[in-house]
């Protein structure tokens, strides 16, 4: 007959039981409500992001907006940018982003952020977090509390460096 004795000390942390609030970053870069378009591109830019969160006032999650987002809308408006005889640096490197034009006047980040947002709990799994990237397709996910507040990010690259033993 097996033994049924109860094991001393602390369990291993696997994806099932470790909270995506262990491995997410805490430190996410995000825009406001409001934001114009081009201070949202300079800020992808200068950052190096691929999307960035949309908050209202209350630091609650109501869009995420990428880089698709923003060739989409550049798309759809027209690329404004005139030729000079000396572009300027921001112009160089929007033309070295292959279409990531972004020159609507006017246009603000409501008008090009998805709304409809796939975001994580802060205390649900990373295999939670895992599923949820793989099945809708998406690198990283928004982590915010009960109350809808953002309060940090997951991104693929987290899963892989905590599974890694990196983090």
């Not at 992001?49 to 880089?67: F, Q, T």
């Not at 972004?102 to 709304?115: C, F, L, N, R, T």
């Amino acid at each position: 007959m097996p033994s049924m004795r109860a094991k001393n000390g602390p369990q291993p942390a696997t994806p099932a039981t470790t909270h995506v609030s262990r491995i997410m970053s805490h430190d996410v870069i995000t825009v406001r409500s409001g934001t114009s378009v081009d201070v949202v591109a300079e800020v992808m830019l200068s950052r190096g992001l691929s999307r960035v969160p949309v908050l209202d006032a209350s630091d609650h999650l109501i869009g995420i907006v990428s880089k698709t987002d923003l060739v989409a809308q550049a798309h759809d408006e027209g690329d404004t940018l005139q030729e000079t005889s000396e572009p300027s640096a921001r112009d160089k490197q929007l033309h070295d982003l292959r279409g990531f034009h972004v020159h609507s006047e006017g246009a603000v980040v409501d008008d090009v952020m998805s709304q409809q947002v796939i975001a994580i709990d802060e205390t649900a799994t990373v295999q939670r977090a895992a599923q949820m990237m793989v099945g809708s397709r998406v690198h990283g996910l928004p982590v915010v509390t009960a109350g809808g507040r953002l309060v940090g990010f997951v991104s693929t690259m987290d899963v892989l460096a905590w599974l890694s033993g990196l983090r």
